[in-house]
């Protein structure tokens, strides 16, 4: 059995740099596979695990969002509780009582001083917020017969230096404010490379050093995965170590990045797992597969405690379903149209279910029931009114359905692409009228 030559050459994939040898997958399927369904399956085989390599590492595309324009910058209220004064902050000074009431716009000199009138020159460099209350209280307590209120407001969080070296798209030393997180930095860097790592990227702070995983800050929300940085910090992106892709069921396919000793359902529960209409029985392993190794397909458990090693591939097909006949199908204007398991007294709202859900485009007023007949032809047996079912003023969506049964959820006129398109041929139609308006006109 072999592959077209233009199949084969699909393998190529550009944005990794990898050649890969999955012309020869059809020879390696687990033993029993039938001499057609062999090819059927490398073919499937090939397509899905081509389709997510060519997505890179899906997980450094969160290190290239645009960054916040600084003036945007909002520090976040739990730094700035222990937040120090220091060069280039700038604070906001109000003084009053029944008698007076005074501001001050201040910002704080190379010498770390502000100046106020009748106090003079004031050093409140590694000062918090409150201690310089509480310092200026004194002093206006020494000026004024009468109690001075006192309040200091933050107006402007100073920039500090970072370096970012490594696999990032622009390397250099950047200016942002006090207080950014290090996916901010990386950001105004332009990005992780595809052949950097954000598994391990090494922060220095003197003589502090750490190792920050940015999958689970990006997957888990873990801001301690997510840095503060305060200044003369320096970042450091190594190159991507160990990989492996992820192709077919799973919820966020793609080439992935791991750490030594990391099994199978620890990358999972950072990624989002697999889909439920994967085979959790049916994951297909090809060790080093990325590296082009002709080692054979294993059949293994999703659930298994497997440890990940560099290269592999692992594929999780669909649910094998029973015999084609127990089935239900489900297309059109649904999250996932496709195959589901047909089980006794299964209604149309429960396969919609299954299905995800209608898209905002379906037309639910027109859903159909289809059935193969005996003699080959596929016939409507049913139209429902899902959108007055939803109503109450029908009993469509309970309808029971039968083995076999095609459920079509079709896509109603009124939505936003045929708009569109139809607003365009009437602007094109009242151009061309104009214009031979214009030329029928006597000169």
């Known amino acids: 059995m072999t592959l077209s030559r233009r199949s084969a050459s699909r393998f190529r994939w550009g944005k990794t740099g990898l050649v890969s040898a999955l012309a020869w997958i059809q020879f390696w399927l687990p033993v029993g596979a039938q001499s057609t369904q062999g090819v059927q399956t490398a073919q499937a085989l090939i397509d899905e695990m081509q389709k997510a390599l060519e997505l890179a590492q899906p997980q450094v595309q969160f290190t290239r969002s645009a960054p916040l324009p600084a003036p945007v910058f909002i520090p976040e209220q739990g730094v700035l509780k222990d937040y120090l004064l220091g060069v280039g902050d700038g604070i906001e000074v109000y003084l009053w009582n029944p008698r007076i009431q005074l501001q001050y716009s201040l910002n704080i000199g190379p010498d770390g001083k502000i100046m106020i009138p009748k106090l003079g020159a004031l050093k409140v460099h590694g000062l918090s917020l409150k201690a310089l209350e509480e310092n200026l209280s004194s002093l206006l307590r020494q000026q004024y017969r009468d109690e001075v209120r006192v309040s200091v407001v933050l107006s402007r969080i100073r920039p500090v230096q970072v370096l970012v070296t490594g696999y990032i798209q622009n ?146 097909p669909l649910r094998k379903l029973p015999t084609e006949e127990k089935n239900l199908t489900v297309y059109g204007q649904v999250l996932t149209p496709g195959v589901q398991a047909y089980r006794r007294g299964i209604s149309v709202q429960d396969l919609l279910r299954q299905a995800g859900g209608p898209l905002p485009s379906a037309d639910l007023g027109a859903v159909r029931i289809s059935r193969m007949q005996a003699d080959g032809e596929l016939r409507t047996l049913k139209e429902l009114n899902l959108q007055e079912w939803l109503q109450g003023k029908n009993r469509d969506g309970e309808t029971q359905l039968e083995p076999g049964d095609i459920l079509y959820i079709p896509e109603t006129f009124f939505n936003i692409r045929n708009i569109m398109e139809l607003t365009t041929l009437i602007v094109g139609a009242l151009g061309i009228v104009s214009v031979v308006l214009n030329l029928s006109r006597p000169q």
């Open 171 to 316: 390397p250099g030393f950047y200016q942002v404010p006090w207080g950014s997180r290090l996916i901010e930095v990386l950001r105004r860097a332009g990005g992780v490379q595809d052949q950097g790592s954000v598994r391990r990227v090494q922060l220095s702070h003197g003589t502090q050093k750490s190792q920050v995983d940015l999958y689970r800050f990006h997957y888990q929300g873990d801001l301690q995965s997510n840095p503060l940085l305060t200044g003369e910090e320096q970042i450091f992106v190594p190159t991507l170590g160990s990989k492996v892709a992820l192709t077919g069921q799973f919820r966020t396919p793609g080439l992935y990045e791991f750490l030594p000793g990391e099994d199978l359902n620890s990358l999972l529960k950072l990624t989002g797992g697999a889909k439920p209409n994967g085979d959790p029985e049916g994951l297909l392993l090809w060790q080093n597969g990325l590296n082009g190794s002709k080692m054979p397909l294993e059949t293994r458990s999703i659930n298994q405690n497997y440890v990940l090693q560099n290269g592999d591939i692992l594929h999780l």
